[in-house]
Nanobody
Framework: QVQLVESGGGLVQPGGSLRLSCAASGTIYGYNIMGWYRQAPGQERELVAAITSGGSTNYADSVKGRFTISRDNAKSLVYLRMNSLKPEDTAVYYC??????????WGKGTLVTVSS
């Protein structure tokens, strides 16, 4: 069974950068989509960015031009590079993979705090 573990969160000043990583244990077969979601206090979880197994990407309007998602299929890793961070980016960031046979797996999340 696939498990996801996020890392790389922390405290950063406005305008700073962070890179989140998500490591998948187990093999993900076939077409799949790996994504980063975030949930701020009192708000619903929202999609930040997603990338297919073929490399196509999709971003929330609020992060376009600032965040970059990438993946290393050989190492079962997905990354989220976050630049020009704003206080409103503060949230718990979750990794997710959706694939065949109804696969929909979530990590436990990593906290990103943007504050001076």
């Amino acid at each position: 069974q696939v498990q996801l573990v996020e890392s790389g969160g922390g405290l950063v000043q406005p305008g700073g950068s962070l890179r989140l990583s998500c490591a998948a244990s187990g093999t993900i077969y076939g077409y799949n989509i790996m994504g980063w979601y975030r949930q701020a206090p009192g708000q619903e979880r929202e999609l930040v960015a997603a990338i297919t197994s073929g490399g196509s990407t999709n971003y929330a309007d609020s992060v376009k031009g600032r965040f970059t998602i990438s993946r290393d299929n050989a190492k079962s890793l997905v990354y989220l590079r976050m630049n020009s961070l704003k206080p409103e980016d503060t949230a718990v960031y979750y990794c997710n993979v959706k694939g065949g046979h109804g696969m929909d797996v979530w990590g436990k999340g990593t906290l990103v705090t943007v504050s001076s």
